[in-house]
């Protein structure tokens, strides 16, 4: 069974860091592209990050210079490293493969997420 568990997050207070992690289960990890995501209140889930089994990285515009994703394949887990966070990046996160769908429904599976929330 294909399970995500992210964890990390918390209240920060603007221009503070944050390191998500989720530990992937239920598939070859090495294999697939890993990505996170986050939904704000109000707002559709969109992509943060992504990272190919290949390490190949790619940003939203809106993290670019202040996030980092990364892989840690013996673990199968993805990390996000969160820097300079602004109140803009409050939303709940998730990871997931893009890739692994499920058999009956060909959706993505999805995590509880972790919630972020920078504040002051």
């Known amino acids: 069974q294909v399970q995500y568990m992210e964890s990390g997050g918390g209240l920060v207070q603007p221009g503070g860091s944050l390191r998500l992690s989720c530990v992937a289960s239920g598939f070859t990890f090495t294999t697939y592209m890993m990505a996170w995501y986050r939904q704000a209140p109000g707002k559709e889930r969109e992509v943060v990050a992504t990272?190919?089994?290949?390490?190949?990285?790619t940003y939203a515009d809106s993290v670019k210079g202040r996030f980092t994703i990364s892989r840690d394949n013996a673990k199968s887990t993805v990390y996000l490293q969160m820097n300079s966070l602004k109140p803009e990046d409050t939303a709940v996160y998730y990871c997931?493969?893009?890739?692994?769908?499920?058999?009956?429904?060909?959706?993505?599976?999805w995590g509880q997420g972790t919630q972020v929330t920078v504040a002051s």
């Open positions: 990272i190919t089994s290949s390490d190949g990285v």
């Open positions: 997931n493969a893009p890739g692994v769908l499920s058999a009956g429904t060909r959706r993505t599976y």
